[in-house]
């Protein structure tokens, strides 16, 4: 446990680590809507909470080179809503898993009808569009939703433990 820990360091460290994987999962899911796999409503709502991520992580990673003293609570706040909106989102991927496996219904959105498109739309017409039910890829059973709630589970994991951590470092302060 101890190299784990010295790899992750302090609370700034973990900012990047968090920057690096959100941009990597936004970064895979658009190579994946590029490569074919069009995304359908509950994907769209999950990448959400990633941009967030995003944001945060990176201002968390950025205010310690701003300032000399950094109060603890600016880092761990900007990690707290990185935990928060991770957290969220590992949760709508479940959800969204049980759709695809029908465990529950998804919500309205999710229902697609056929739209009949004239006039400036109508190359729209064939467009596939997918639906929430169907996974569109999956490796060792699991879809990409699924993929999803354990990259945001880890995600949020390792954003309480950087709050944890300043909290730690103001303590020996």
Known sequence: MAPLVQFLGPPPRIAWLLLILA??????AWAFEFAG??????????????YAAIGLAA????VPFGMRQVPWQTVAGLLAFVALALGYNAWLGVYHAGVEWAWWQGPPECAVTAINLSGDFSNLNGRNIPRCTE?????????????????SAAGAALALW????????RQTR
């Open 59 to 62: 201002l968390a990673a950025a």
């Open 37 to 50: 796999y069009a995304p359908c409503h509950l994907c769209l709502k999950q990448r959400e909470p990633w």
């Open 162 to 169: 950087g709050v944890w951590r300043s909290y730690e470092e």
């Open 23 to 28: 941009v990597g999962i936004v970064g895979a």
């Open 135 to 151: 996974a569109a890829w999956r490796l060792f059973g699991v879809s990409m939703a699924g993929y999803n709630a354990l990259a």
